[in-house]
């Protein structure tokens, strides 16, 4: 029987870690089982960061924002990854990851409950994979861009943040007759960005997944809206935005295709799409447009343009209830799958019921599709804000 179960949380941190773990906990506890928080991710891991943790001192820990055991974005297989040759490469991951899993024997655990993205779980899959480890995911991504769940614990959290900044700044935008363009975090997967957008009733929403015109797609409907009689407009912006090549190649004077293509790069090889701050390139950009602001002016409408960058602040504060909740839930499915030795899935959330993938399936990434009618409803708000509707 399993006596003793390893917990770590990987990443950025996000409402709901907190949640749960003290799901873990709460079932752990009730199974007799004792529970050792691993500090600092995948870091910790390997430097036996470890401590136990007691339920009964932790009262209404899923309450609490952040995670109690810390977090790191430590890549174990970083070194490995590196290599150039596809076999070797392939060799260096697998020795990599029987390592890893004869840490958990080192840390005498019987199993290992990992909450992560999708590097953080990708790097459990491997070791699973490759070395049958004792292995649980548990998906937490504010950006909700994991595959094989609904959504992810911390989602709508972010997004209230967001959509309760964009509402605020809307006062500002009204009183200033300001164009406000509010960077959203969202690396590949514009979910965060479009439906507190949408929530918060932006006028222009850019994602990744859908690159955009600069003439088309901004400057037109930024007219087009003072046609008809709008003084104020919000662009909501993902990290990860970007233009179409030919809008880039037209319409781009303040940064370059070298720019883009020499970020910097997190542990697990991500750009760090931030860095570039798309939302201060689009206010060079406009300020840049001498046409439009010569045609707001004669609209006796002020060419004020501002770039917020909401970043880490989506990530902070206490969980939503409905945070909370799925934590609880999937911190408790969690436990039932050491209870049964189902290891190597991720819990996830199908409809009202929670269940179970394996991690290889449930690390991929999801993405906004094309025919979600989450865009549609955008781009609907955006035509009638222009006066576009049709009229029968």
Not at 7 to 30: M, Q, R, W
Not at 137 to 158: C, E, R
Not at 205 to 211: A, F, N, Q, R, Y
Request: glycine content about 8%.
């Amino acid at each position: 029987m399993v006596k003793t179960i390893g917990i770590l949380t990987g990443g950025g941190d996000c409402p709901g870690l907190n949640s749960v773990i003290y799901g873990v906990l709460l079932k752990a506890a009730d199974a007799g089982y004792k529970v050792i928080g691993i500090e600092k991710g995948w870091k910790g891991f390997l430097e036996n960061r470890t401590r136990e943790l007691d339920v009964s001192s932790l009262d209404d820990l899923h309450t609490v924002g952040g995670t109690l055991i810390y977090t790191s974005r430590t890549n174990p297989y970083k070194n490995a990854k590196a290599i150039q040759e596809p076999v070797e490469r392939e060799k260096a991951i697998k020795e990599t990851a029987k390592m890893m899993a004869s840490q958990i024997k080192t840390l005498k655990l019987d199993a290992l409950i990992t909450i992560g993205g999708d590097d953080t779980l990708g790097v459990a899959a491997a070791m699973y994979k490759y070395a049958g480890a004792n292995v649980i995911g548990v998906p937490k991504t504010i950006d909700n861009d994991l595959s094989s769940t609904d959504y992810t614990f911390g989602f709508w959290s972010a997004i209230q943040l967001a959509s309760n900044t964009m509402d605020n700044i809307t006062t500002t935008a009204r009183s200033h007759q300001r164009i406000f363009i509010i960077e959203v975090m969202g690396r590949d997967a514009g979910w965060l960005t479009l439906v507190s957008g949408i929530s918060a009733g932006a006028d222009i929403i850019l994602i990744p997944e859908k690159p955009f015109d600069l003439q088309n797609d901004i400057i037109n409907i930024l007219r087009d809206r003072v046609d008809s009689g709008r003084k104020y407009h919000i662009i909501a912006c993902s990290e990860g935005a970007i233009p179409t090549r030919e809008s880039f190649e037209r319409d781009f004077s303040t940064i370059s295709q070298n720019d883009i293509d020499h970020l910097p790069k997190d542990d697990f090889g991500n750009p760090l799409l931030a860095k570039l701050n798309m939302s201060k390139v689009l206010v060079k950009e406009l300020n840049n447009q001498n046409k439009l602001r010569e045609y707001f002016i004669e609209k006796d409408v002020a060419y004020d343009i501002r770039e917020v960058t909401l970043g880490h602040t989506m990530r902070a504060g206490t969980p939503n209830s409905f945070d909370r909740i799925l934590g609880l839930r999937l911190g408790l499915q969690a436990i039932k799958l050491v209870n049964n030795n189902n290891f190597g899935q991720m819990v996830c959330l199908n409809g009202t019921e929670i269940g179970s993938v394996s991690l290889s399936e449930g690390a991929q990434k999801k993405l906004v599709p094309k025919t979600s009618d989450l865009l549609e409803v955008a781009d609907l708000i955006t035509k009638v804000k222009c006066g576009k509707q049709n009229h029968t």
